[in-house]
T-cell receptor, first 116, second 119 residues
Framework: NAGVTQTPKFQVLKTGQSMTLQCAQDMNHNSMYWYRQDPGMGLRLIYYSASEGTTDKGEVPNGYNVSRLNKREFSLRLESAAPSQTSVYFC???????????????FGSGTRLTVV | AQKVTQAQTEISVVEKEDVTLDCVYETRDTTYYLFWYKQPPSGELVFLIRRNSFDEQNEISGRYSWNFQKSTSSFNFTITASQVVDSAVYFCALSEAASGSGGYQKVTFGIGTKLQVIP
């Protein structure tokens, strides 16, 4: 089925370890995003890629890096994990609307990350 | 700055009752977009609807309906004859049309309303 594929689904890291979350979409969308979801705080944007070859910081970029490998793939890296990064991470993609604004996002299934 | 407020943190209803989820937004733009997403207990996020600021017509899709009122900056979501499968967290979101870097339109999410439908 077409959509956004996100791996892994679950991960436990020790403080200071690094890891990369992978995301791929097969809808030919231009824009991709990484969000984190924490209780009581909704979804907060970490990084986004408006189009292939570009990446920009969102609301909470500290401690993360991203790579837009090609139009399909957008990865999120934690270089030195901290307990504050315990969260559920969602990758999403969207196609820009021609008149501005964005169509609804298509989200991946999420990654539940625990940093101990 | 844009802001989305979902004042109802949790709602419980008995099956077959109607329920309305409130969403109030703030924006300085005249062109913007409003969304609702559903997050069932399985955790995935599902897009439900997108509405632009120039279209104040109410939308109905089966048991779901949306009431957009610019005068009160609200975009409320009503589920008619609720069912257990409607139990989920529902997020309202706002996107301004003004372009950021690379043409990005920032999307702000509310904190969500958890709906529990009791059989």
């Amino acid at each position: 089925n077409a959509g956004v594929t996100q791996t892994p689904k679950f991960q436990v890291l020790k403080t200071g370890q690094s890891m990369t979350l992978q995301c791929a979409q097969d809808m030919n969308h231009n824009s991709m995003y990484w969000y984190r979801q924490d209780p009581g705080m909704g979804l907060r944007l970490i990084y986004y890629s408006a189009s292939e070859g570009t990446t920009d910081k969102g609301e909470v970029p500290n401690g993360y890096n991203v790579s837009r490998l090609n139009k399909r793939e957008f990865s999120l890296r934690l270089e030195s994990a901290a307990p504050s990064q315990t969260s559920v991470y969602f990758c999403a993609s969207s196609e820009k609307a021609g008149t501005g604004g964005t169509y609804g996002y298509t989200f991946g299934s999420g990654t539940r990350l625990t940093v101990v | 700055a844009q802001k989305v407020t979902q004042a109802q943190t949790e709602i419980s209803v008995v099956e077959k009752e109607d329920v309305t989820l409130d969403c109030v937004y703030e924006t300085r733009d005249t062109t913007y977009y409003l969304f609702w997403y559903k997050q069932p207990p399985s955790g995935e996020l599902v897009f439900l609807i997108r509405r632009n600021s120039f279209d104040e017509q109410n939308e109905i899709s089966g048991r779901y309906s949306w009431n957009f009122q610019k005068s009160t900056s609200s975009f409320n979501f009503t589920i008619t004859a609720s069912q257990v499968v409607d139990s989920a967290v529902y997020f309202c979101a706002l996107s301004e049309a003004a372009s950021g870097s690379g043409g990005y339109q920032k999307v702000t999410f509310g904190i969500g309303t958890k709906l529990q439908v009791i059989p």
